[in-house]
């Protein structure tokens, strides 16, 4: 909402507060002022010229040289190249010295060989958009629409010494939507009265009813519907106060009758429309649903087809409008028209919201009547359009007006007890204060028995209940006047859950270990949606995604990670190691999904980059499934690694990772075509279910005493086929070496040069120990004898 | 004899003072001290010496021997410091290399930022409740007094999965289901979480952003209570000299309504750039839940009230290290991830 503060100075004083400090007062009082904006920014030194003579320029076919009567006598040759200039104007001159939006300073010029002292302006020139100015004085200068005195100061001859105030609505606060609503919200701010506009006019001892009928058929969607002729109306261009109200409040001005529609519209926050009497062909109005199919061509030229929810005005038989959302063409306001019908109505919210989202169509008068319009407006509105309409276009209001009303236009009453007030907001403020502030804000109140009974007006539609009331006190009293206190609640003991704990820590573990954490998106496309997911679910959708990129929700957070660590490597990041933690979307058993917090890692290029100390490590599987068994081990349980595939990962360097017999993760290098296409080099990928590993129960930490006897270790180096798995050798090691064998480690892989074919060199270190005493020699070699045959009778081979 | 000890005496201070390592030094020791050592040889002789001799040239062969022990004893010392000395001189590194470098992860900005949330109101005894992403309709609308057709509905465009399934467009969700769960009991809540919205990402817009609320329902608790959290909470965040102010405003889910604003922490509030002149930055909307939707979870208005609050960790962490672009937060760029390392305590 755009308000003009020189207009709105018409029914409320403003105190001469300057406009910025009055946006203040309004924002603090509870609509947010989002611009204060000075239409006559950047502009000085503006005149009314009067174009005495116009000829065109010798030297350049669309210049035309004019002689222009700029005041006191004066008569200064300007150049114009404006197609619409003509001798007999009265029209907006930057003299020498004027100064014009972004700075531009007017001088005098020679234009091909003539003379130029100034400019003749369009209203484009003087910052206003070209949406705001009248279609025709687009392409052209600004002619004003009845004679001035030349010399005339331009800036307030066209009320452009006004600020407008740019209110952000919220969408309570639809009494706002009108220069009156926001007169009344100015005046319970800064205490002043708020002055109606009058309404003096004559109307005709002919009636209405003598030239129109009408008729609503669907009263549930229309309960009021008013309807005033006006005849003998002469169309034209509004005079210059009313174009520039509707310029500055972001309406274009076309003619006097639409012109009066919008500014009523404007003023009292009520739709009207205009329809030309003689179009209507029959001298009926008829207020219906739609038929199926029935077609209308709206006033946008657009051919719209209709079923029974729309609300249509018809002539009697054919459509002529589109209730409270747009005009017919068939019956739009011309320069001809001579008898126009105004129509004031109330339109259900519900209707006109189905209507305009049908056809896509959004209004300022269907964004009214969405929000809902003051019943008790309806009426005064038509009153108002009638009156300016006889003052405007010399039209002659025939008597009455035709009306259908069936709507209850009760002020609703609110009870609410000061105490009340007082106990939601923490404060102590005495009820005179409170008095005072309901009959500011022009809510008729009673005060007995410790109870307020409100009267609300029913241009505040928002105020329904006590805690609407406790606002209107509090936001008009000053929310700075409330005091800061915290909760007098039982103590409560708060803190993480045990699941919301350990995700703390398996993030800390995991930045412990030298990956950043990441964040992507949960949307991804379909077809990456379920890539890399271990059980993938039919894919999720949304019914109206706005690409095809961001339409399904994912099942594997890889894609998206993986696409991040591609970013960074193209933007020469060679090694770069993510994390990131974040919920995947599986196909649930109810009509929720399954949401899964899920926990992955890709990691690619150098994971020690220590060169000079010729410490160089690329990432590797084993990088990864080290931060994978640390993470176990921080979180106190055991998770073991099986071979596996999955699409996307080299099939010999891909494992699942199981936590007691079920698959919860996997853990590869990514496959070198996946790599390629993706534009990665060697890059590990990890993902697992988190919300498996945080919802399992940890078991009690349990203390062993610090061993008193000194563990005793010995190696075994084997020779083995390639194929067979440490994990099998060390399980045969395990069982061999009983309860005397307490750890067993891998040290050393070789598989180079001196090796047979196929073959590898694998070594173990094993640690005997006794909790009960020191081990002797021949103890230990016993129990390592017992391991080496076990290992033999394998197949494995000694070295 | 005697005169033939007084010369290897001689000759052996003369080479231990000329020794100049302690190999050379530990050389003289084992040829004139060793066993097969010339003073060794000399007390071997002594069997041929005349008995009354022998004590005399014993005593004096000791002597010599301790004298040459001594001087060798001492200047071991000296060699001994000497070579460790020279030593360390070998052993000295170039200070100025690299260290092998420390793995040093760091939590992602948005974490950082909702998690100093977190932390402050725990230790205020709130607790954190959670929710899913993809939500019912009444969850995200209807028990938030948002039912269908409400104008307010506008204000979010969602991403509708079914007619009745959406992704939240907000967390206010999860209250609605923590005050359905605690079925009338008092609650102290802070909701964490991915929101999604219609919006096309550009540098301000994002389809998939971070909200926090709270939620505090109980006994008498009044407006008065929520302007106190809050401040404590803005100054905890922004700064201990940070002042708020509240301006009215409109929420379907609060009754009254408020939007929060802090005294900019950049110029104070003389207007700068970052409060765009004005002095106060606006940073959360709150209110006291709206009766509708405490009836709705099962409460009784009359007895309980309540208030909530809810900010964007985006716009918090944009603010606050003046980040110009808020796709940072979801491409990754370990150039913006990194930066967010170090702690500001
Ligand atoms: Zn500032």
Redesign the pocket.
Known sequence: MLVSTKWLKEYVNTQQLPPAQLGEKITRAGIEVDAVIDRSEDLANLVVGYVTECSKHPEADKLSICQVDVGAGEIDQIICGAPNIAKGQSVIVARPGALLPGGMKIKKAKLRGEESNGMICSLQELGIESKLVPKSYVEGIYVLPEPVEPGTDVLSYLDLDDTVLELGLTPNRADAMSMLGVAYEVGAILEEEVTLPKMDYKESTDRAESMLTLEVDAPEANPLYVAKVVRNIEVKESPVWLQQRLMAAGVRPHNNVVDVTNYVLMEYGQPLHAFDYDSLGTGNITVRQAKEGEKITTLDDTERTLSPHHLVITNGKDPVALAGVMGGANSEVSDKTTTVVIESAYFSADSIRRTSKDHNLRSDASSRYEKGVDPNRVIPAAERAAQLLSELAGGEVLGGSLVFDELDKQERIVKVSPDFINSRLGMKIPLEDMLDILSRLKFNTEAANNQLIIQVPTRRQDIQIEEDVVEEIARLYGYDEIPATLPRTDATLGGLSPYQAKRRIVRHFLEGAGLLQATTYSLSSEQSATQFALEPTETTRLLMPMSEERSTLRQSLLPHLLESLAYNTARRTDSVALYETGAVFMKGQDELLDEQEHLAIVMTGLWLDHGWQGEKKPVDFFVAKGIVEGLAEKLGFELSFERGELDGLHPGRTAFIMLDGTRIGVIGELHPAEQKKRDLKSTIAVELNLATLLTLETDALIYTPVPRYPSISRDVALVLSKRVEAQSIEQVIRKAGAKLLKDVRVFDLYEGEGMEEGKKSLAFSLTYFDPEKTLTDEEVNAAHDKVINALTESGAELR | MEARLQELKKEALGKIETAHTVKELTDVRVAYLGKKGPITDVLKGMGKLPAEERPRMGALVNEVRGEVTESLDARMVILEEQAINEKLQRETIDISLPGRPAKTGNPHPLTRVVEEIEDLFLSMGYEIAEGPEVEKDYYNFEALNLPKGHPARDMQDSFYITEDILLRTHTSPVQARTMEAKGGEPIKIICPGKVYRRDNDDATHSHQFTQIEGLVVGENIRMSDLKGTLSVFAKKMFGEDREIRLRPSFFPFTEPSVEMDIS?F??????????K???W?EILGAGMVHPNVLEMAGYDSKRLTGFAFGMGPERIAMLKYAIEDIRHFYTNDVRFLTQFQRTEL
């Open positions: 900019c950049k110029c104070g509030g003389d207007g700068c750039n970052v409060c002149k004005t002095g930055i």
